[in-house]
């Protein structure tokens, strides 16, 4: 992920648009990344990962595409909600080091806010 | 399934005193277990990996010797925030994962600590 700013980016749509969110990851040898979804308060919640042979991938409202190239990630929700509302961060998994260990390496995050 | 908690939710110590954190996997064994702190409006940054019944591996910047973890059985990791002040002030997220699932990572709902 980069650096962490002291602001986060903020995305403002319409109930019922769809969002696009975009993220920058930082290592070219990452090979999973996932999308959470952050309320205010709690811990980050899975909303759908993708691993680095694919370049898009569907769930239930999002989508995620991948651009390996230019190491680029984004979210995409349709129909957004006022219950979408939270901060987004984009993670990426680092491969499988000698220890065994793979922490996420997560992106600096978007605030998303719907407008009902 | 795949249930991690943390406790407490929140906690308010005086400066000077020392704060555990536990984090427990509910329903399945975490053989990895992950610790990020949060401050507000920023994203999360890795402090420690710990692997069940070896020393934790810390990330560069994080003191080891003021934060203490113990990851002494399958289900049960705990961060000590020793000698606390006021800017150890944050949000402290455990993540744990089980082993043969590389990529899986299960996140607690976070405990929000103050030192005043």
């Known amino acids: 992920g980069e650096s962490v700013g002291l602001h986060l980016p903020t995305l403002s749509v319409q109930e019922g648009d769809n969002s696009i969110i975009n993220c920058a990851y930082s290592?070219?040898?990452?090979?999973?990344f996932i999308w959470y979804k952050q309320e205010s308060g709690k811990g980050p919640q899975f909303i759908i990962d993708?691993?680095?042979?694919?370049d898009k991938r569907q769930g239930q409202r999002v989508t995620v595409l991948l651009n390996k190239t230019v190491k680029h990630l984004s979210l995409q929700i349709a129909a957004t909600q006022p219950g979408d509302s939270a901060v987004y961060f984009c993670a990426e998994n680092y491969p499988i080091t000698s220890s065994g260990n793979t922490p996420l390496v997560f992106g600096k995050g978007t605030r998303l806010s719907v407008i009902a | 399934g795949a249930v991690v908690s943390q406790h407490p939710s929140w906690v308010i110590c005086k400066s000077g005193t020392s704060v555990k954190i536990e984090c427990r996997s509910l329903?399945?064994?975490?053989?990895?277990m992950f610790w990020y702190r949060q401050f507000p409006k920023q994203s999360l940054m890795l402090m420690a990996t710990?692997?069940?019944?070896?020393?934790?591996?810390?990330e560069q910047g994080v003191e080891k010797d003021k934060f203490l973890i113990n990851h002494a059985s399958l289900t049960l990791s705990t961060l000590t925030v020793t000698s606390a002040h006021p800017e150890d002030s944050s949000f402290y997220i455990c993540?744990?994962?089980?082993?043969?699932?590389?990529?899986?990572?299960?996140f607690g709902p976070g405990t929000r600590l103050t030192v005043t």
């Open positions: 290592n070219s040898a990452s090979d999973y």
């Open positions: 993708i691993r680095s042979n694919m």
């Open positions: 710990s692997n069940e019944g070896s020393k934790a591996t810390y």
């Open positions: 329903d399945f064994q975490a053989t990895t």
């Open positions: 993540s744990a994962k089980t082993s043969g699932r590389h990529y899986e990572q299960y």
